[in-house]
């Protein structure tokens, strides 16, 4: 075992966080006050390789493996966590699936344009009354010769309005049938393809959120990936991938969080001493450091099952699950170390502190994470 990062880890690192420095962070209360998607930032984070992370070289990717993407992601959401979510949203689950389930003349078709940014990426699976039950779907697509009609939309989609291109999985079977779901590829600009409401929300708000909508929306069968019923097979894979994303991205948070933390302690003087020398705030910090390397480890663990392609369902939603139950623990403690200027918008803790709940909830709640998890380990 070797728990240091390797050259090329080090590098992305180093990199990620001079680039975050010179175009993220001085833009962050800017974007998030207004819901900016800063676009024009994601094509630059695409022509140095990070929008492809996981695509082979040969498609226009980086060819990377998934601890050089942890790397990526958790560098970024340290410093603005909605722009790490919408690196991750765009690498792990459209570009990703296309990648996972395309026949190659489709990876040549939509691949290189997604891995370099010059495309941005949306995935379409939640919809209004099913988000942990995606069985219930009822967005369809029905078929007519040599085309596809889908009516429906889908809702808490990223990208959704500024996507070139999205992955849908859509009913074409009867409601509830788990070979009943299909995937599909659609440009923007099809004809019945619109987004609608753009959500205001309480963080990540510089990444955008909206619906998709279809209607009498007509693709071709080319568009369709792998066979038809495989959709909801399909979209689970993706999320097992996914739920790195999101582990990776509280590790950012929590990481981001807990070093504006230990920087304020220190700095803070109350009773003619620095605040870190209390046992009462030492110990916050213990801890906070304690499950944010516990984290590390078991996402990291995740990384390497994925990569070595083994089965990784179980320790994925660990990850997952207990990465982000602690980012929301970090950043509120950390808010608790700040005291009243914890609740101040001059210090990034509150940012932190509204940014980490999404991620107890995004691709798949905790309460989700623990069916799969026990599902898993009474199974075994």
Same mark, same amino acid.
């Given at each position: ?115 370099? #940014? ?53 009913? *074409? ?8 779901? *299909? ?6 600009? *099809?004809?019945? %393809? ?14 955008? *959120?909206?619906?998709? !909508? ?17 959709? %909801? !097979?399909?979209?689970?894979? !993706? =999320? ?10 509280? =590790? ?30 030492? %110990? ?13 480890? =078991? =996402? ?18 660990? #990850? ?15 808010? +608790? !170390? ?14 932190? %502190? ?14 989700? +994470? ?11």
């Amino acid at each position: 075992m070797n728990f240091e990062y390797n050259d090329t880890q080090a590098m992305i690192a180093q990199s990620i966080r001079d680039f975050a420095e010179q175009h993220i962070r001085p833009h962050i209360m800017e974007w998030d006050e207004a819901q900016i998607f800063p676009v024009e930032l994601f094509k630059k984070l695409g022509e140095m390789g990070y929008m492809g992370v996981l695509v082979p070289e040969e498609l226009g990717g980086s060819g990377l493996g998934y601890h050089e993407y942890i790397t990526v992601v958790e560098e970024i959401s340290k410093v603005d966590s909605s722009i790490g979510l919408s690196v991750a949203a765009h690498n792990s689950l459209c570009t990703n699936h296309i990648l996972t389930f395309g026949n190659e003349e489709q990876k040549k078709k939509w691949i290189p344009k997604l891995a370099t #940014a010059e495309w941005i990426g949306a995935w379409g699976l939640t919809e209004h009354n099913t988000g942990s039950d995606a069985g219930g779907m009822s967005t369809t697509a029905v078929k007519e010769g040599d085309e596809w009609v889908i009516n429906g939309a889908k809702n808490f989609i990223t990208h959704a309005i500024s996507g070139d291109v999205a992955v849908v999985i859509v009913r *074409t079977g009867e409601k509830g049938d788990s070979r009943g779901m *299909t995937a599909f590829v659609i440009e923007k600009g *099809t004809p019945g %393809f619109t987004s609608g409401k753009k959500e205001n929300k309480l963080g990540m708000r510089a990444s955008e *959120t909206a619906e998709l !909508i279809f209607d009498n929306c007509r693709v071709s069968d080319a568009n369709r990936l792998g066979e038809v019923g495989e959709g %909801f !097979i399909q979209a689970m894979k !993706i =999320l097992d991938g996914g739920r790195i994303s999101i582990g990776a991205l509280s =590790l950012g948070i929590s990481k981001g969080a807990y070093e504006a933390a230990l920087k304020y302690s220190k700095e803070r003087i109350q009773f003619g001493k620095p605040i870190s020398e209390f046992q009462a705030i030492g %110990f916050k910090l213990a801890d906070m450091a304690t499950e944010i390397e516990a984290s590390e480890l =078991l =996402l990291h663990k995740a990384a390497f099952l994925k990569n070595n392609h083994k089965p990784m369902t179980k320790i994925g939603a660990m #990850a997952k699950m207990y990465a982000s139950e602690v980012c929301v623990k970090v950043s509120t403690e950390a808010i +608790q !170390i700040h005291g009243g200027y914890g609740y101040t918008k001059d210090f990034p803790v509150e940012k932190f %502190f509204r940014d980490s709940k999404l991620c107890t909830i995004g691709e798949g709640t905790t309460e989700i +994470q623990k069916v799969v998890i026990s599902r898993k380990i009474l199974k075994d």
